[in-house]
């Protein structure tokens, strides 16, 4: 099993729709979850870091749920601009500094 | 301006030949990455850096070395580059809350 594992998608949804991603990891021990987003050919660009307690960012919604291992991603009211591949990223405890990637989901954006 | 930069932006090169990609950070972060990117594949981290006397092997750091010149800068080179070494690169920095800060990344062909 992957260390990091995200649904590839692409996930092709029209404007104004919601949309959500999953995003699991195998070590328990993780400590710091993070989403990044990345255009194509560009680099990736955080997003938003992932709280015990849920945060939100707009209308960016990050969750975490340690007793399943996964983090989520929920977008409201898609804009075009939010097509891009979007990253999941998980530290592990004691080894912080050393983030694991998830491969990415393909988000498309369509009128 | 960007606050991680990398030179060149883009590059071919011939197998065999040394390359040396450079990356240069204003942000003051004593962490520093070295990925790379191949589609499909998501980010792998090559080598890494925690201070000016700290280096470390990443998940592929064979065929690849660095130099850590100053807390500012950190190089990254193909002593003899070949065809699967063709990707692209991206440099990072970490945060103090653990995020990651991406330069633009070098295009790297070997033909």
């Known amino acids: 099993r992957k260390e990091v594992e995200q649904d590839p998608g692409p996930f092709n949804v029209p404007e104004g729709a919601t949309v959500a991603f999953n995003c699991t990891y195998s070590?328990?021990?993780?400590?710091?979850f993070f989403w990044y987003r990345q255009d194509c050919r560009k680099e990736p660009k955080l997003l938003m870091s992932?709280?015990?307690s849920g945060n939100e960012d707009g209308r960016f919604t990050a969750q975490l749920n340690r007793a399943s291992q996964y983090i989520s991603l929920l977008i409201r009211d898609s804009k075009l601009s939010d097509s891009a591949t979007y990253l999941c990223?998980?530290?592990?405890?004691?080894?912080?500094?050393?983030?694991?990637f998830g491969r990415g989901t393909s988000l498309i954006v369509h009128p | 301006d960007a606050d991680v930069t990398q030179t060149p932006r883009n590059r071919i090169t011939k197998t065999g030949k040394r390359i040396m990609l450079e990356c240069s950070q204003t942000k003051g972060h004593d962490r520093m990455y070295w990925y790379r990117q191949d589609p499909g594949l998501g980010l792998r981290l090559i080598y890494y850096?925690?201070?000016?006397?700290?280096?470390n092997k990443g998940e592929i750091s064979d065929g690849y070395s660095v130099s850590r010149q100053a807390q500012a800068k950190f190089s990254l080179s193909l002593e003899s580059a070949i065809p699967n070494q063709t990707a692209l690169y991206f440099c990072a920095t970490m945060g103090q809350d653990y995020e990651q800060y991406f330069g633009p990344g070098t295009r790297l062909t070997v033909t």
């Open positions: 070590n328990s021990a993780s400590q710091s």
């Open positions: 990223v998980v530290n592990k405890q004691g080894g912080s500094y050393i983030p694991t």
């Open positions: 992932v709280y015990s």
């Open positions: 850096s925690f201070d000016v006397k700290d280096i």
